[in-house]
């Protein structure tokens, strides 16, 4: 076990020489001190970027934006109102009938039990990952990256790209969800800014690997 403690910080460390500090390409994302707006903005993304990639994501980023409706409040408002407008706004995202659909039911929640994001997010990280996972749409990787992005919470994010990382270096056999979750948060110290990079980083490493 030390081994591999000492092999996946290493790593780390290795990307974190290759790339530099992952606030320099994911600036919001890995920002240390966050606005409202900044929090609330990932929560926003985090419902887009499902099964996406970035450029349809910020395209649909541009629509809201333009609205007006880039907010809690303001999502929750329209869908209440006018889901169909909800969906074309973030129709470049794709899937825009379910992304709408789950952005508003994660906005409704918000704004009806917490009144913000802010307020929610102060939360202990289990009570706040068991009211995610609740909702509709709303998986493991999507609740975490809520958690750890927006609500500065230490948990690690396990993704597609996450799982080729662990294959490429051989760390594990096993690929399930909780069990890598597991395996960097017990081989990593318990710090948020290096479980942000560290995931950040393994994206990146991924996007510019071939396929």
């Known amino acids: 076990m030390k081994e591999k403690k000492k092999k996946i910080y290493k790593i780390y460390l290795r990307l974190l020489k290759k790339y530099g500090l992952a606030n ?26 499902q099964r996406t990639n970035w450029k349809n994501v910020e395209l649909a980023l541009k629509n809201l934006r333009k609205a007006k409706v880039l907010s809690i409040k ?14 074309n706004l973030i129709r470049p995202a ?19 039990n917490y009144d913000s994001s802010e307020k929610f997010l102060t939360q202990d990280l ?3 990952r ?15 990256s809520i958690l750890l992005y927006a609500g500065r919470k ?23 969800y909780d069990f890598l979750q597991n395996l960097f948060q017990k081989n990593l110290p ?19 690997e071939p396929r």
Do not use: M
Not at 74 to 87: A, D, H
Not at 130 to 144: F, M, N, R, V
């Open 190 to 208: 318990k710090e948020v800014k290096i479980y942000q990079n560290f995931h950040a980083l393994i994206v990146l490493e991924g996007k510019n």
């Open 130 to 144: 068991k009211q995610l996972l609740a909702l509709y749409g709303i998986g493991s990787e999507t609740a975490d």
């Open 154 to 176: 230490p948990i690690f994010v396990i993704d597609e790209y996450t799982r080729r990382f662990v294959k490429k270096y051989n760390l594990v056999k096993k690929f399930s």
């Open 74 to 87: 303001k999502i929750y408002q329209v869908g209440k109102r006018n889901p169909k407008l909800l969906e």
């Open 24 to 49: 320099k390409c994911w600036k919001r994302w890995c920002k240390i001190k966050k606005t409202k707006k900044d929090k609330e903005e990932i929560l926003i993304e985090a419902i887009l970027t």
């Open 126 to 128: 289990e009570i706040c």
């Open 94 to 112: 794709g899937f825009y009938r379910q992304k709408s659909e789950r952005l508003f039911q994660l906005c409704q929640f918000i704004v009806k």
